[in-house]
């Protein structure tokens, strides 16, 4: 199974700051991995795919790169609805697998 | 507009069995490969299982490998998840989601709004 490690587990930052979130996978996933964002009581919602294309509908302030076994997510400026989960999932192989996630809290 | 509406969840006592659906609209349903995902309380996402969108090909994860089963109706349109066997561990909140065309493996890019299972006595 293909272990995806995020860091940080929180990270506390102001709206307009920009944030950058990592996830490391144990063995290589070429660029078969997608972000995630969620937010309490709803359903995750796909914002990048392939590493770094945009979901439609994903705002042009996320942008995701990396190859390999190093992956990520930054939020260039940081808006109010953009406090949430993101997870990281590898889809390298049959068996997706997730990252624990990342919380992006107000400082 | 795409829409995916689980249904079914509920208690059930630990070694007992539930089936959840999910019911699709706004897609050719056939032409999608889905998945089931899940979410313990307060933790992460967990993938399930997918199906093609044929039905021809099941991939399960291996906590539920032997005591799920997935399949779909092509015809009306609905996933299915049979569960058998379960345990306190199987406690979640399930989301449906559809994985996009054309890719050899999946992420997904529609989810339902979940719907939850609780196993306890």
């Known amino acids: 199974e293909i272990v995806l490690t995020q860091s940080p587990g929180t990270l506390s930052l102001s709206p307009g700051e920009r944030a950058t979130l990592s996830c490391r996978a144990s063995q290589s996933v070429s660029s078969q991995l997608a972000w995630y964002q969620q937010k309490p009581g709803q359903a995750p919602r796909l914002l990048i795919y392939d590493a770094s294309s945009r979901a439609t509908g994903t705002p042009d302030r996320f942008s995701g790169s990396g190859s390999g076994t190093d992956f990520t997510l930054t939020i260039s400026r940081l808006e109010a609805e953009d406090f949430a989960v993101y997870f990281c999932?590898?889809?390298?192989?049959?068996?997706?697998?997730f990252g624990q996630g990342t919380k992006v809290e107000i400082k | 507009e795409v829409q995916l509406v689980e249904s079914g969840g509920g208690l059930v006592q630990p070694g007992g069995s539930l089936r959840i659906s999910c019911a699709a609209s706004g897609i050719t349903f056939n032409m999608y490969a889905m998945a089931w995902v899940r979410q313990a309380p307060g933790k992460g996402l967990e993938w399930v299982t997918t199906?093609?969108?044929?039905?021809?090909?099941?991939y399960y994860a291996d906590s539920v490998q032997g005591r799920f089963t997935v399949s779909r109706d092509n015809f009306v349109d609905t996933l299915y998840l049979q569960m058998n066997s379960l345990g306190a561990e199987d406690t979640a909140v399930y989301y449906c989601?559809?994985?996009?065309?054309?890719?050899?493996?999946?992420?997904?890019?529609?989810w339902g709004k979940g719907t939850t299972v609780t196993v306890s006595s």
């Open positions: 989601a559809k994985v996009p065309p054309n890719v050899y493996y999946w992420y997904m890019d529609v």
């Open positions: 199906i093609t969108g044929s039905g021809g090909s099941t």
């Open positions: 999932q590898q889809y390298d192989n049959s068996h997706a697998t």
